[in-house]
């Protein structure tokens, strides 16, 4: 015997994915070294030390 009722399935789309993300993770990542603007004042701060040696 058939049920009276029939079952209906629904099937949702996913959100669609924001392309902007993608872009900005990949910016994040990098070589894992000092930024130059640390190396800079690194140079100075040692420049400044070698000079009081003097």
């Not at 009722?5 to 070589?31: D, E, H, Y």
């Not at 070294?33 to 009081?52: F, G, I």
Request: glycine residues 2%; aromatic residues 0%.
């Amino acid at each position: 015997m058939n049920s009276a009722r029939k079952i209906k399935l629904r099937v949702t789309a996913p959100k669609p994915r924001n392309p902007l993300v993608a872009a900005a993770a990949q910016r994040k990542a990098g070589s894992h070294r000092k930024s130059r603007a640390s190396e800079r004042q690194q140079e100075k701060a040692l420049l400044k030390k070698q000079l009081k040696e003097i």
